[in-house]
């Protein structure tokens, strides 16, 4: 089961764009911060898309997975370059940085045999605006 953490990141990290949308059950669940919350493939889609835009060299590395019945843990980290607009609260573009991150997230993914129901992915939002000089004012 933790090999399916694996399969999503080098898939991520390939730009396999239909190969990482295959890990995940078709009305599969998506929350992360600031960026989507919802169901289904356009909003599993949402996140891959705001996230390529924004930081189109960006790589995962996983630090550690833990798997425990339905639930599987991923510890992992985030280095990219901010060449793209971020959306703001608002929905308006914050235009790009041109600033490098390195910022750690967890992922909590529920199961269902060798699918994806859910993930809910947490990072530091402060960091991370910090890291690209958003927080200067």
Known sequence: MADLVELTTTTWNDRDRAGWRECYVEDCEMLTPGVVDGTGGAALLAFWDETMEAFPDNRITVVRVVAQG?????????????TGPIAGPDGTPIPPTGRSLSLPFAGIHRIDGDRIVSSHFYWDTFDMLGQLGLLDA
């Open 70 to 82: 339905e639930m599987l843990v991923e510890e992992s980290r985030i280095d990219a370059t901010n």
